[in-house]
């Protein structure tokens, strides 16, 4: 069954979080964490009387999209009215693009297990994004929707691919390169509670296609994708059709229930919005836009790799979140060392991040302090060990390292004195080990181990494993007995 | 052209009932069908019109890129304005009815 082809299409909703107002009217584009409903003027409510008056900042931040992703950008665009009754929408229809969206036919080169993939991207095109909906429990159980509409009319870049990739693990790395572009581009940021969001189509087989709405983050869509696969397989398996529907990515039990069936599919009944007027889009706009673009994922990568001597995975590693890429090179720009500088950003602070849940941004520290941190280390004041702890405070407190390794007492013992001191003290209180170490060279890592543990973790323990073994060979020599 | 060729069912107006959400009686229907067919009928003069060579209207007022700069204006609506006409509330939330 494993070898059945899987075409997967995605849809994806970006707001542009870049700009200070909502798409066709003069609200405020910050509406999360606000009471319900108070972010909201007769034009997004579609209150009579009102008319949208177009954001150009919008169609310039959609235009570096599009051209980011390789489209061709139509010289004339039009909005449509998308109707549909349903209460995330207080006028019943959404303003979108129909015929004559902004751009068409571009792709983007994604990287999966070292293999290069290109996904065409169908088209991207403008739209406003529709007011959220609350359910009380689940949605399938819910016994009525709360509505709020503070979100209604945030700009919207809705990115439609062809069905190009196989696999989920293909559907994630587009969705991770998207994201990283529009980072690049800073039109939208990620990070953003509900900022991106995707509709997927999926079809075994060349079978039925069945469409899942609504996932509300990028990270659920491997997910969502990998249940859908199996509850279709098993249908196939078992002899049993997949039927033509659109499913609800249920995130909380992780599975995709059924919305509704082909008969009752949609017929969004377009037509040309008649309160807005065409946008010509003019060549030399395109260029002066084109011209603005910042470096892109892609060749940000190939110069990681180029400037820092970075393999190709740790610059994918990096750029796969803007920030953490800038932060590497701020760090590697004063500690000057990249090869170190990469590998503690992308193993050490990335590992807390995640382990965090917290983004690059919520660090309550700069690269400035990190690199004071590995200047500590290269001038052999704490160990790597200790660095590493050292780290796991700086995310949890923002302290100083200094004043960490103060405050906690670390620094590096290396001197073979100070050393000398624990090892007798070790050697009194493991007499047994100690006989043990004299017979056989094995034992004499158990005792560096609690030598160790003695310094909490802060001698070197090369050193520590010198004098320990020094001491043993006297004590052998004292009773006449050859080193082991 | 093709336009010209369409007529009210009654599998059809069931359909556009069903995307208006609207219920209609059976003498409702026979109302309906009978007026939304004449309305088409009289729009079909319409179709005679020669428009080869003529280019595809959005906007009878001929104007292009008619759009404001991204600056915040105006003053919200209070949430007690905002929800003044909604039927049904509920903290501050439009109350809906349950959606599946």
């Known amino acids: 069954m494993s070898g059945l082809q899987v075409k997967i299409g995605l849809e994806c909703h970006c707001q542009v979080t870049s700009l200070k107002t909502k798409m066709f009217c003069r609200c405020s584009s910050d509406y999360r964490g606000k009471p319900p409903n108070v972010n909201v003027c007769p034009t997004c409510l579609g209150l009579p009387g009102s008319l949208p008056y177009l954001n150009r900042r919008a169609v310039e931040e959609a235009l570096k ?97 062809e069905p190009d990739m196989e696999s989920p693990a293909e559907a994630k790395a587009f969705l991770e390169e998207l994201r990283s572009i529009l980072e690049h581009l800073e039109v939208s940021d990620g990070s953003l509670e509900g900022s991106m969001r995707c509709d997927v189509n999926i079809s075994i087989a060349g079978g039925t296609r069945v469409e899942i709405k609504n996932i509300s983050s990028f990270k659920d869509v491997e997910k969502a994708l990998a249940y859908e696969i199996m509850r279709q397989r098993n249908l196939l398996r078992m002899g049993r059709e997949v039927k033509r529907e659109t499913r609800h990515w249920d995130e909380v039990r992780g599975i995709t229930v059924a919305l509704r069936a082909k ?12 309160d807005l007027v065409p946008v010509e889009i003019s060549d030399d706009f395109i260029e002066k836009v084109r011209s603005s673009l910042p470096e892109l994922p892609s060749a940000r990568r190939a110069r990681l790799v180029e400037q820092y001597n970075l393999t190709e995975y740790e610059a994918r590693v990096l750029t796969a979140d803007k ?162 | 052209m093709a336009r010209s060729e369409l007529t009210i069912t009654p599998e059809l107006l069931d359909h556009l009932s069903n995307l208006a959400k609207l219920k209609l009686t059976e003498e409702e229907k026979r109302i309906f ?45 209070s949430q007690e304005q905002a929800l003044s006409n909604a039927a049904s509330k509920e903290e501050g939330y439009i109350k809906a009815p349950r959606m599946v």
Not at chain 1, 263 to 274: I, V
Not at chain 1, 387 to 395: D, E, G, N, Q, S
Not at chain 1, 397 to 409: L, Q, V
């Open chain 1, 323 to 484: 920030q953490l890429a800038d932060f590497f090179e701020k760090l590697a720009s004063i500690h000057g060392k990249p090869k170190v500088d990469c590998s503690v950003v992308i193993n050490e602070l990335l590992r807390l991040l995640n382990e965090k849940n917290i983004e690059v941004r919520d660090l309550k520290f700069t690269p400035k302090e990190v690199a004071d941190l590995l200047f500590m280390v290269d001038e052999g004041v704490v160990s790597w060990k200790s660095a590493k702890y050292i780290l796991r405070r700086m995310v949890e407190t923002g302290e100083h390292p200094k004043k960490i390794a103060e405050a906690e007492g670390i620094r590096r013992i290396s001197s073979v004195e100070e050393i000398e001191k624990f090892v007798s003290k070790v050697f009194e209180e493991h007499k047994g080990d100690v006989e043990a170490a004299i017979k056989d060279d094995k034992v004499i890592h158990r005792l560096v181990g609690e030598v160790l543990k003695e310094t909490r973790m802060l001698a070197d323990p090369k050193i520590t494993f010198q004098v320990v073994s020094k001491r043993i060979r006297e004590l052998r020599a004292e009773r006449g007995l050859a080193s082991a």
């Open chain 1, 263 to 274: 008969e009752e599919e949609m017929d969004y009944r377009y037509f040309p919005e008649p």
């Open chain 1, 65 to 161: 999209v599009a051209l980011a992703l390789n489209c061709k950008i139509n010289r004339k665009m039009v909005f449509y009215r998308k109707n549909y009754f349903y209460p995330d929408l207080s006028k019943n229809f959404q303003i979108s693009q129909y015929d004559f969206p902004l751009a068409v036919d571009g792709y983007v080169t994604i990287n999966v297990n070292g293999r290069e993939k290109t996904i065409r991207i169908r088209r991207v095109h403008m739209e406003e994004d529709p007011g959220r909906l609350v359910y009380k429990g689940r949605i399938d159980t819910s016994p009525y929707t709360l509505v709020d509409y503070n979100r209604m009319g945030i700009a919207l870049i809705e990115v439609v691919t």
């Open chain 2, 33 to 77: 069908i009978r007026d939304l067919n004449r309305i088409l009928e009289y729009f079909n003069v319409i179709d005679e019109v020669d428009t080869s060579g003529v280019d595809q209207v959005f906007h009878i007022l001929g104007l292009t890129n008619t759009m404001r700069e991204d600056e915040v204006g105006g003053e919200p609506l």
